[in-house]
């Protein structure tokens, strides 16, 4: 929940009361307070379904089922891991992580990842200099 003064802090008290006190409390609750960090930008993930779009190209003639879509979820259940759903008794197993929950220093560390496993994989994946990774990039490197 994103907070930008005391007045919305006030009018987030009934709703974080209510969530306590539905809690179930045969596991303990946590509350963290911390900085708000805006979550990954659309320049980041537009740039990563174009390196999936790339990886496709470069090797769909070997491996048919290399399309832009596996691309992406074979990249994420590597980079990001899975996690299983329980619904019931039913366990849902190796459902992919999502990349939408992702800050901005989360998402440059998962695409540099993929940008080197591309580069080991014979595909040098293009970075525009004007791009939000690009600038990220170079942040932490500074």
Known sequence: M???NPKDGES????LMKRIQE???TVPLCIKL????????????????VWCADLSKAFIEKIPTATKENMKLMLKQRFLGTYDVKVG????????????SLTKGEMVYFMDN?????RDNGVLLKVP???EYARLQNQQEQ
Not at 12 to 15: E, G, K, N, S, V
Not at 114 to 118: I, P
């Open 89 to 100: 008794k039913t366990v849902i197993e190796g459902q992919v992580k999502s990349s939408s």
């Open 34 to 49: 911390e900085k708000y960090d805006d979550g990954r930008s659309l320049s980041q993930n537009a740039l990563f379904h």
């Open 12 to 15: 987030a008290l009934p709703f």
């Open 2 to 4: 994103k907070i930008n």
């Open 23 to 25: 809690w179930d409390y």
């Open 129 to 131: 200099h004007d791009s």
């Open 114 to 118: 993929v940008y080197h496993w591309a």
